[in-house]
């Protein structure tokens, strides 16, 4: 099965897809291997193989971590940082052309291209798992983009005149650690009150087990019904609207893409009635009107890495 294998190397499980024509083919999910980069990227290159009986060509991959030109800085969830070059060190283990990204921008990346949002020109993708991720599709001003950026901007043209945002460092989307209070719940990215600690999942269990003595997984915290878990799964259905106003006051996307294992959780009533009323109640009056919906793919991340092939 010659082709592209997408690999989306998550904090608890890592996902692959096999795709051929623009269509997934096959999907393997493993967990997320123990120990250092070269661990998690040792088992990522054996899930490539298997996906592909051997015949992968191209290797696209998403991090959940800050990823730059091929290499990997930061992975905070698995609480890994330093400086591992994916690209290379695949490239050497598999013979193949390997593409590194990550993973909220490649789930952006494959909602527009082939899921929720296609034909749209200003997407916001968010990924809420374990931490939360994100991507920009973003139309641009052509008038005031550099080269570089019309060149992508003609290069996506087919759909819909988008094109993903990438910035300076590469980090564009990262907006699990946007700030969201002063002084707040300290983050493995070093920094305080970033979104992902309310309204992620291991946020969410931290917070839990510091009010309750008890170690629950997100997922059981969001659906049940007592009264410590409810009032946490609100509060944070809360912030999330919120972070969703801030995002959207700034973007003003045409419509925001929730995926990621607790976005089932999220967009579940009574929860997403209470994200939207939240939303609505802070974002700007033009933008109570915008789309906030579900991902439609299976494996979007995934998917995302092996379409960075495409562009
Ligand atoms: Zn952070």
Same mark, same amino acid.
């Given at each position: 099965?010659?082709?592209?294998? &997408? /690999?989306?190397?998550?904090?608890?499980?890592?996902? $692959?897809? @096999?795709?051929?024509?623009?269509?997934?083919? !096959? %999907?393997?999910?493993?967990?997320?291997?123990?120990?250092?980069?070269?661990?998690?990227?040792?088992?990522?290159?054996?899930?490539?193989?298997?996906?592909?009986?051997?015949?992968?060509?191209?290797?696209?991959?998403?991090?959940?971590?800050?990823?730059?030109?091929?290499?990997?800085?930061?992975?905070?969830?698995?609480?890994?940082?330093?400086?591992?070059?994916?690209?290379?060190?695949?490239?050497?283990?598999?013979?193949?052309?390997?593409?590194?990204?990550?993973?909220?921008?490649?789930?952006?990346?494959?909602?527009?291209?082939?899921?929720?949002?296609?034909?749209?020109?200003?997407?916001?993708?968010?990924?809420?798992?374990?931490?939360?991720?994100? &991507? /920009?599709?973003?139309?641009?001003?052509?008038?005031? $983009?550099? @080269?570089?950026?019309?060149?992508?901007?003609? !290069? %996506?043209?087919?759909?819909?005149?988008?094109?993903?945002?990438?910035?300076?460092?590469?980090?564009?989307?990262?907006?699990?650690?946007?700030?969201?209070?002063?002084?707040?719940?300290?983050?493995?990215?070093?920094?305080?009150?970033?979104?992902?600690?309310?309204?992620?999942?291991?946020?969410?269990?931290?917070?839990?087990?510091?009010?309750?003595?008890?170690?629950?997984?997100?997922?059981?915290?969001?659906?049940?019904?007592?009264?410590?878990?409810?009032?946490?799964?609100?509060?944070?259905?809360?912030?999330?609207?919120?972070?969703?106003?801030?995002?959207?006051?700034?973007?003003?996307?045409?419509?925001?893409?929730?995926?990621?294992?607790?976005?089932?959780?999220?967009?579940?009533?009574?929860?997403?009635?209470?994200?939207?009323?939240?939303?609505?109640?802070?974002?700007?009056?033009?933008?109570?009107?915008?789309?906030?919906?579900?991902?439609?793919?299976?494996?979007?991340?995934?998917?995302?890495?092996?379409?960075?092939?495409?562009?």
């Amino acid at each position: 099965m010659a082709g592209v294998v &997408g /690999i989306d190397v998550g904090a608890t499980k890592t996902v $692959a897809i @096999a795709m051929h024509a623009g269509k997934v083919l !096959a %999907a393997k999910k493993i967990p997320t291997s123990g120990g250092g980069f070269a661990k998690i990227i040792d088992a990522a290159a054996w899930l490539a193989k298997e996906i592909s009986r051997g015949h992968a060509e191209k290797i696209g991959v998403c991090m959940a971590g800050q990823v730059e030109d091929g290499t990997v800085f930061l992975m905070p969830n698995r609480d890994l940082q330093g400086k591992f070059d994916v690209k290379k060190y695949l490239e050497k283990k598999t013979g193949a052309d390997v593409r590194v990204g990550n993973d909220g921008q490649c789930f952006a990346l494959a909602e527009w291209r082939m899921g929720a949002a296609i034909g749209c020109r200003d997407v916001l993708g968010i990924t809420i798992g374990t931490g939360i991720g994100g &991507g /920009i599709i973003s139309a641009m001003d052509a008038k005031n $983009a550099g @080269a570089a950026i019309r060149q992508r901007k003609m !290069a %996506a043209g087919a759909f819909g005149g988008g094109a993903l945002l990438h910035g300076a460092h590469s980090q564009a989307g990262e907006i699990g650690h946007m700030k969201l209070f002063g002084r707040g719940i300290a983050c493995p990215c070093g920094g305080h009150g970033c979104f992902e600690r309310y309204c992620g999942g291991a946020g969410i269990e931290a917070q839990h087990f510091a009010a309750t003595g008890i170690a629950r997984s997100a997922k059981e915290i969001m659906e049940a019904k007592g009264t410590a878990c409810e009032c946490l799964a609100k509060n944070s259905a809360s912030v999330l609207g919120i972070g969703l106003a801030s995002l959207a006051n700034i973007i003003d996307p045409e419509m925001i893409v929730l995926g990621g294992s607790l976005s089932e959780a999220y967009c579940r009533t009574p929860l997403f009635g209470i994200v939207k009323k939240s939303y609505q109640r802070e974002c700007l009056p033009r933008l109570k009107s915008m789309k906030i919906v579900k991902a439609k793919l299976e494996h979007p991340s995934a998917v995302g890495a092996a379409l960075l092939f495409e562009g």
